[in-house]
């Protein structure tokens, strides 16, 4: 019995939709960054991009357990002197919290050759209302 390995041409992509308020920022990172690599698929092969696409809705509803509203940080510098900035988790939400999931889930996908064309298939929306009802995305669960 041979291996199977998937080719590119093979790879048929589904439509998830999954709602961000209702679980964990955690949880709902690793199941969208597992429906992008298509870890769940039969088919998967590691250097093949086998992943589908994923919607996720209302991240203004976004939460996290524990104390990491106010104790999670968010840095960045812009390589001069002085010029740390950082953000806690709850002021990053108020000012853009599409920016939480995607940096989450960047965070939870490999870093190879791979990974740009995984995010570009995440579309993200702070409510209800996504213009991806022609693709007739499958509902997923979180609870």
Known sequence: MKTYSAKPSEVTRAWYVIDASEAPLGR??????????????????HHID??????????DKIVATG????????????QYPGSLKEINLRDKIAKDSTEVLRLAVKGMLPK??????????LKIYKDEMHNN???KPQKVSLK
């Open 28 to 45: 709902v990172s690793t199941k969208i960054a597992t429906l992008l690599t298509g870890k769940g698929k039969p088919m998967f092969t």
């Open 50 to 59: 086998c992943g589908d696409f994923v919607v996720v809705i209302n991240t």
């Open 67 to 78: 104390t990491k509203m106010d104790d999670k940080m968010y840095y960045r510098h812009s």
């Open 112 to 121: 190879n050759k791979l990974m740009d064309e995984r995010l570009k298939r």
């Open 133 to 135: 009802g022609a693709q």
